[in-house]
T-cell receptor, first 113, second 112 residues
Framework: AQSVTQPDIHITVSEGASLELRCNYS??????LFWYVQSPGQGLQLLLK??????LVQGIKGFEAEFKRSQSSFNLRKPSVHWSDAAEYFC???????????FGTGTRLTVIP | DTAVSQTPKYLVTQMGNDKSIKCEQN?????MYWYKQDSKKFLKIMFS???????INETVPNRFSPKSPDKAHLNLHINSLELGDSAVYFC???????????FGPGTRLLVL
C-alpha cells in the first residue's frame, strides 16, 4: 500500500538555525518524491522533486532533500532558516505519469526570532 | 501570470445549496485534478481529467461532479452541500508524462 509518513506534526526552530523535516514512504513501484510548501492561506508550491539520478536534490528557496532508498526516506533540509519559511510542508509520493499523488499529513514549521 | 487559478477563493453557503468552483490552467497541461484538504490538512485526490475523460474518482459522493469544457478548465460542481463538505479544495494540473503537479491557491468552502 502506498503511504507517506511525516512523523513530526510541528517543529519550531530559531531563525538562522538548520532544519530537517522527515519523510518516510511506502510505495510499490519506483517512487517519485516531492516536497510542497503551503504558506498560511495559500496553495501548495513545489519545492523540489526526485525522479532518478543524484539522490541529493536541490530545490527553490535554498532547500534540498536526500533520497535514501534503504531507509525509504526523503528528508528535507535547509542550512539556515528564514522567518519567511514558516509554513506547512508536505511530502508526497507518486509514480511518474501516474495521476495520483499520496501526501503525508504535513509538518508545520514555526520560526522564532 | 497565474499558472493555475481558482474562483472563488472563499465560499460560505448554507446546507443543501448547490455551488460550483472554477479552475483554469494556462500551462498547456493535459491533466487536471481536484484535491480536498480536510481540517487536519490531509490532502486527498478527488478527480482527475485527461483529454476530457475522467480517469480517477476516489470514492467521492456523486453529489460532486467535475466538468471539463476544455483542456484548460476543470470545474467542480457540488449538489446538496453538507456540513462535512467544509474543506479547502485545490485544483491542480500536470503533464501526464511528468509527475509535476502545479496547484491552485485553493477554495475555502464553509458550509453552515
Amino acid at each position: 500500500a502506498q503511504s507517506v509518513t511525516q512523523p513530526d506534526i510541528h517543529i519550531t526552530v530559531s531563525e538562522g538555525a538548520s532544519l530537517e523535516l522527515r519523510c518516510n514512504y511506502s510505495y510499490g513501484a519506483t517512487p517519485y518524491l516531492f516536497w510542497y510548501v503551503q504558506s498560511p492561506g495559500q496553495g501548495l508550491q513545489l519545492l523540489l522533486k526526485y525522479f532518478s539520478g543524484d539522490t541529493l536534490v536541490q530545490g527553490i528557496k535554498g532547500f534540498e532533500a536526500e533520497f535514501k532508498r534503504s531507509q525509504s526516506s526523503f528528508n528535507l533540509r535547509k542550512p539556515s532558516v528564514h522567518w519567511s519559511d514558516a509554513a506547512e510542508y508536505f511530502c508526497a509520493v507518486g509514480a511518474r505519469g501516474a495521476n495520483n499523488l499520496f501526501f503525508g499529513t504535513g509538518t508545520r514549521l514555526t520560526v522564532i526570532p | 501570470d497565474t499558472a493555475v487559478s481558482q474562483t472563488p477563493k472563499y465560499l460560505v453557503t448554507q446546507m443543501g445549496n448547490d455551488k460550483s468552483i472554477k479552475c483554469e490552467q494556462n500551462l498547456g497541461h493535459d491533466t487536471m485534478y481536484w484535491y480536498k484538504q480536510d481540517s487536519k490538512k490531509f490532502l486527498k485526490i478527488m478527480f482527475s481529467y485527461n483529454n476530457k475523460e475522467l480517469i480517477i474518482n476516489e470514492t467521492v459522493p456523486n453529489r460532486f461532479s467535475p466538468k471539463s469544457p476544455d483542456k484548460a478548465h476543470l470545474n467542480l460542481h457540488i449538489n446538496s452541500l453538507e456540513l462535512g463538505d467544509s474543506a479547502v479544495y485545490f485544483c491542480a494540473s500536470s503533464q501526464v508524462t511528468s509527475g509535476d503537479k502545479y496547484f491552485g491557491p485553493g477554495t475555502r468552502l464553509l458550509v453552515l
